[in-house]
């Protein structure tokens, strides 16, 4: 359009769904609307109440609808929401144009007063509920892209009612907050790489010292003699007695007394325990650089195994993930595996189409966890990602319960990264036991010890947790340990 269809060439610089609701005037004039319908669609997406100049060639009809909008707070709703800011603008000139419809039933006064009455009702149902669905979704994704039926379509969704469940569970969940933060590597040093210092500590020894527990009256070194009625432990001239005609019966007595006199043994059992202060020098000894803020790779076990607490455990780490990812313009990848070939991948916040990285985590919330635990291909896929340059300084998490293995093969892929790219593989264990599988694939495990108390909707107040530690195969099978896993057991503990 040119200049010569004004005042229409104006609508150049509004969006489609605005043409016709500014096209149909019964108040006001054409060319005033038209002029300032941009002025009103860029305050309202700004969050703010558009200037009272902007006010379609009709000051009167117009003011007590802008009212309405400032007191039912509708701007601080449509901030950074342009499909919902139209929607506002839309209904808005429904109502300004129906003035003339009431007359003259009623007076120009009293229509005005109606029609903004009408605009008050309506959006005072519809915007009910929407403050929190909208500030869970806009710290999940870029809004402006999406048209208002898709929006409505996303807030009134299954998934939506299962992403708004979730976010409820996350207020519980702070520490899993912040390993998030902590992912990445994007203040990486060429000079200091972090897979140095990951290797300096695969090679210390596991801290370990000796524990002296002495056991009395066990065979082993003389100690003494005292009195008892131990006979094997009798002294020889207690022994003469016995066959004495007369002593015996003094020896009979002492017994009775426990008063003969008997060697005192000791025996001392030498063992091999962790020792907490031999982790703390070894802390104070290796401090690698603190890497943090960088692409996030999420490797979520959706195996029937993970059904119940884990799986809403995983979906709120996913949720977590996709929102820190967004609030801080970090790179995120959702690697979702169960059984063999059930492998999905999926970018949560691609840069040319943003409202796909909601869809997938939507996607992953609708779903069901079932099947199988094949930990190979999703290891394998994150390694090949970190290899490219957008992934090069992300961090790779595990969601898991470890009921999983991992072939030498895919070991050997996961230690090719970590020393030529300085990959870190972080774990979450969402069960009551590290495996050797997470051991040995992971530089540090998180154990969410009361993982049970998230079953429901609503988080219990206590969890039940059977064992006192998740390090049951390093307490009782230490030697079952290679080099990795051994590190990552003294981290744990430490």
Not at 219 to 226: N, Q, V
Not at 393 to 413: K, N, Y
């Amino acid at each position: 359009m040119g200049p010569i269809d004004a005042p229409y060439d104006r609508l150049a610089a509004l969006p489609r769904e605005l043409w016709l609701p500014g096209l149909v005037t019964a108040c006001g004039n054409s060319a005033a609307r038209l002029a300032d319908l941009r002025g009103w669609l860029d305050a309202l997406e700004r969050g703010q109440l558009p200037d009272e100049r902007l006010d379609f060639g009709d000051a009167q009809a117009l003011m007590p609808l802008r009212t309405a909008i400032g007191e039912l707070d509708l701007p601080q709703l449509t901030h950074g929401v342009p499909a919902l800011a139209e929607q506002v603008l839309r209904t808005m000139l429904w109502h300004l144009d129906r003035i003339i419809d009431l007359q003259p039933r009623l007076t120009r006064t009293q229509a005005i007063a109606a029609s903004a009455q009408g605009f008050r009702e309506e959006w005072a149902v519809e915007k009910s509920g929407w403050e929190e669905a909208l500030a869970l979704m806009q710290g999940l994704g870029d809004l402006a892209h999406l048209r208002w039926d898709e929006l409505r379509g996303r807030l009134t969704a299954r998934e939506w009612r299962e992403a708004q469940r979730i976010s409820a569970l996350l207020a519980h969940l702070q520490p899993l907050a912040e390993l998030i933060r902590s992912l990445g590597r994007a203040h990486h040093h060429p000079d200091r790489p972090p897979a140095l210092a990951a290797q300096a500590a695969l090679d210390t020894p596991l801290p370990l010292h000796e524990r002296e527990t002495r056991l009395p009256d066990a065979p082993g070194e003389l100690m003494g003699i005292r009195h008892s009625d131990r006979i094997e432990r009798m002294l020889g001239s207690e022994a003469l007695q016995i066959r004495h005609p007369v002593l015996h019966k003094l020896w009979r007595a002492r017994l009775a007394e426990s008063r003969l006199l008997t060697y005192q043994s000791e025996a001392v059992l030498i063992e091999h325990v962790p020792d907490p202060e031999g982790r703390a020098r070894q802390r104070s000894v290796s401090q690698p650089q603190r890497l943090e803020r960088g692409p996030i790779i999420l490797a979520v076990d959706t195996s029937g195994s993970m059904q119940g607490a884990p799986e809403n455990i995983a979906k709120a780490v996913v949720l977590e993930a996709l929102r820190t990812a967004h609030r801080e313009k970090r790179g995120c990848l959702l690697i979702a595996f169960g059984g063999p070939d059930e492998v999905i991948e999926r970018e949560l916040r691609p840069a040319e189409r943003p409202q796909d990285g909601l869809d997938a985590l939507l996607e992953l919330l609708g779903q069901s966890f079932d099947g199988g635990t094949d930990v190979q291909a999703p290891i394998e896929r994150a390694v090949q990602r970190v290899r490219e340059a957008r992934w090069s300084g992300a961090d790779l998490l595990i969601v898991s319960d470890g009921e999983f293995g991992c072939t030498p093969a895919t070991q050997a892929h996961l230690e090719a990264a970590r020393s030529e790219l300085g990959l870190r593989v972080q774990g979450i264990l969402v069960g009551d036991r590290e495996t050797l599988g997470l051991l040995e694939t992971c530089d540090a495990i998180h154990w969410l010890r009361d993982w049970r108390r998230f079953s429901g909707d609503t988080p219990q107040r206590e969890g039940f947790v059977p064992v006192h530690t998740a390090s049951l195969t390093a307490l009782y099978f230490p030697n079952a340990l290679n080099a990795r896993a051994s590190a990552t057991a003294a981290r744990r503990g430490s």
